[in-house]
Nanobody, 122 residues
Framework: QVQLVESGGGLVQPGGSLRLSCAASGFTFSTYYMTWVRQAPGKGPEWVSGINTGGGTTKYADSVKGRFTISRDNAKNTLYLQMNSLKPEDTALYYC???????????????WGQGTQVTVSS
């Protein structure tokens, strides 16, 4: 069965960095678009970033553009999200997901991970 397992979240000070990882199994990872979606407390899901099968095309939400970098290693079946210059408003539960689209999330995702918490606070 499809499994997506995120890791790398934690508590970081404003301006700091974190690297999230998502280990995929149960499907041919290299043939699917992948995405990161986050959900802050009391808010709905927010699409963050998407990547195509080969990793050569990436998309970002305006809120993270220039600070976050999505990447993938198809040999390791792993998706990454490098997050730099973190802000308190980046605090959220971050989900890795398998998607049919490089952008957006609603109606476009067929499998979600369990999420990893990122907290940005001094």
């Amino acid at each position: 069965q499809v499994q997506l397992v995120e890791s790398g979240g934690g508590l970081v000070q404003p301006g700091g960095s974190l690297r999230l990882s998502c280990a995929a199994s149960g499907f041919t990872f290299s043939t699917y678009y992948m995405t990161w979606v986050r959900q802050a407390p009391g808010k709905g899901p927010e699409w963050v970033s998407g990547i195509n099968t080969g990793g050569g095309t990436t998309k970002y939400a305006d809120s993270v553009k220039g600070r976050f970098t999505i990447s993938r290693d198809n040999a390791k079946n792993t998706l990454y999200l490098q997050m730099n210059s973190l802000k308190p408003e980046d605090t959220a539960l971050y989900y890795c997901a398998r998607t049919f689209s490089l952008t957006g999330w609603s109606g476009k995702i067929d499998h979600w991970g369990q999420g990893t918490q990122v907290t940005v606070s001094s």
